[in-house]
């Protein structure tokens, strides 16, 4: 039997709540619009179409209509799917048993409540919306006649159309909210006001949504916990030396590239799920650079300053630290993208210093670079110029917000429901916590990034970028290179990641891990869990690649560890921070990583 919806909330009750919370918080509504209208040089040279979807969708809509047995088929089939839908609703009320017409993809949560299954109006609803939204999306994706750069744009956006207009997200039709609000009186949608409100007021004015309980979580405490010091800074980074744990380590030290979007705890987030506490203690002297979250005083940073100030300063302190001149070094993400820039200038200069060189989820030819493509083009960069204005950098919640809407269900309308909908608080969530900590981005550098990267693809053509007077060319790298993509990846796309093989003269060993961008790079062997692909013929095509490959159960983290030990010369005892010719600056985890932006 259908279960039933409760009886709603006393109105009375509910309204002397709302008018009580409205009452209490329209001052501070009005002097938060008066605050944001007392900006209105910023707000005038920011585009009202800052990410170019308009002419995207208007290409689309007109090729649509230019080809009516198109449109006129994609309305039929519309129609012939909600006429499938009203029968199988009406046998259903006639208590004939009936298969679902649409059912949610899977790893779909939205619907995860009974009711979208048992009731028949809500299950009537999700399945009216999944038939609608499908249709919507397969009808935009097949317009022809669109270049490629377009068609993703308008696939994406209407995807992301899709998703907001998705039943869960409305409280009238999401049966969980209403029996939340049945239960308690309204408070739920009190409350949920009142979250609302914060997370705006937090944002400056724009909604930047609580993910994770943010008293939950301390830098020291019980994230980012590896014991260590800082034993190097300069304007644009810290440098952190962790504390052995084993009596000898390997001679060649570790150079750890972090992205510098977010902190680099993403590598030591928790004791368990610590690739760097994992390192130090197979052994490894381990380095790792701490990106400062810069201001307006680093406005003039430049990609060659994240180059020379970074990676080749580091290089340097490394030296002075343990007096080895040769290091391997580990690049996440952006991170990795710019490991890939410094093997190509040392190559130029005839500099050794890289004996070996590890990807995690980093792209090196951008020719099929992902989700995040449809964030870059020339208008869209214009805005993002305007958008940088007077400061110089990019705030934080530009780039949180972006990574956000790559998973826009998971990343954003969840915690629209459960925040403002259910008026529930946040968990403790140490990777939502981390992904939070967003950094700003000198304008001079993130331009520079996406224009020779993501536009021009320069990087894997020879001396097409030229860095502190070096033509960067990665034919000429030569050491050996562990290059881990991650399957589920929409951020590094393991086929783009894949190209390197193409770029480098090296060997290079390519290990394909499962999940996505995060999860299959921080996957610790004692969680035994996802797995990973190994093709020890190592074809230089993926397909051929995958064909061949061989799954592997649990963490590719010992298989990293075996490749790399291999190149890492002999033992020697270990080396504790402040033992070289570079003293002790502060404890792990320093203070750059502290720096917030809210």
Not at 72 to 87: I, P
Not at 438 to 453: E, I, S, V, W
Not at 500 to 514: C, D, E, I, W, Y
Request: charged residues 20%; proline residues 7%; aromatic residues 10%.
């Amino acid at each position: 039997m259908a279960t039933e919806i409760p009886p709603a909330a006393d109105p009375a009750a509910l309204a002397s709540q709302w008018l009580a919370l409205l009452t209490k918080t329209q001052a501070d509504t009005q002097a938060m619009f008066a605050e944001l209208l007392k900006q209105p040089a910023e707000g005038a040279a920011r585009s009202l179409d800052p990410l170019n979807v308009a002419p995207a969708m208007q290409e689309a809509a007109t090729k649509l209509m230019l080809d009516p047995a198109r449109l006129m088929q994609a309305n039929v089939e519309l129609w012939q799917s909600h006429m499938a839908l009203w029968q199988q609703a009406a046998a259903a009320m006639a208590g004939q048993p009936m298969e679902p017409v649409a059912r949610p993809e899977p790893g779909d949560r939205r619907f995860r409540h009974p009711d979208w299954e048992v009731n028949p109006f809500f299950a009537l609803v999700k399945q009216s919306y999944l038939i609608t939204a499908r249709w919507l999306v397969d009808t935009m994706a097949g317009v022809s006649g669109l270049d490629p750069q377009t068609a993703k744009k308008v696939d994406f956006y209407t995807r992301q159309f899709a998703d907001a207009f998705a039943p869960t997200n409305f409280p009238w039709t999401n049966p969980e909210v209403l029996r939340a609000t049945a239960d308690s009186q309204g408070q739920n949608l009190v409350r949920g006001m009142e979250n609302f409100k914060r997370d705006l007021e937090r944002g400056g004015g724009q909604l930047r949504i609580t993910m994770s309980d943010p008293e939950a979580f301390e830098l020291g405490e019980n994230i980012a916990t590896t014991p260590g010091k800082v034993v190097f800074q300069n304007d644009l980074i810290q440098l952190l030396q962790f504390t052995p744990t084993t009596p000898d380590v390997h001679r060649m030290p570790i150079l750890m590239i972090p992205a510098w979007i977010n902190k680099y705890y993403i590598l030591d987030l928790t004791a368990k799920k610590s690739f760097i506490r994992y390192a130090v203690s197979q052994g490894y002297t381990v380095f790792v650079i701490s990106w400062v979250n810069p201001d307006e005083r680093l406005a003039g940073k430049t990609f060659e300053s994240y180059l020379i100030e970074g990676i080749i300063a580091a290089l340097d302190a490394i030296e002075a630290a343990t007096g080895e001149h040769h290091v391997s070094a580990v690049g996440y993400c952006i991170g990795g993208t710019l490991l890939a820039v410094a093997l190509g200038y040392l190559a130029g200069l005839g500099d050794e210093r890289i004996r070996a060189a590890t990807f995690f989820t980093a792209q090196v030819d951008f020719s099929e670079p992902g989700d995040l493509a449809v964030f870059v083009d020339e208008p869209q960069l214009d805005n993002l110029d305007q958008m940088m204005g007077e400061k110089g950098y990019l705030e934080s919640q530009a780039m949180f917000t972006t990574f956000n809407m790559l998973r826009a269900n998971d990343l954003i309308w969840s915690f629209y429901v459960h925040n403002y909908l259910l008026g529930r608080d946040p968990m403790p969530f140490d990777l939502l916590h981390w992904n939070a900590d967003a950094t700003r981005m000198p304008r001079l550098m993130h331009l520079f990034y996406l224009r020779q990267m993501y536009i021009r693809n320069n990087l894997v053509k020879p001396g097409a970028i030229t860095l502190a007077g070096v033509p960067i060319d990665l034919t000429k790298v030569t050491v050996p290179v562990y290059l881990q993509a991650s399957r589920e990846d929409h951020i590094a796309p393991f086929r783009s990641v894949f190209k390197a093989k193409h770029n480098f003269s090296g060997p290079v060993r390519f290990v394909l891990a499962g999940s996505g961008h995060i999860a299959g790079v921080i996957n610790p062997p004692e969680a035994s869990k996802y797995q990973y692909w190994l093709n020890p013929a190592e074809p230089q095509e993926v397909d051929a690649w995958v064909a061949g490959a061989t799954e592997h159960p649990g963490s590719w983290w010992p298989d990293w560890n075996a490749w790399l030990a291999a190149q890492s010369g002999d033992d020697v005892p270990a080396r504790v921070p402040g033992d070289g010719r570079l003293p002790v600056i502060e404890d792990a985890p320093g203070s750059y990583v502290r720096q917030r932006t809210n």
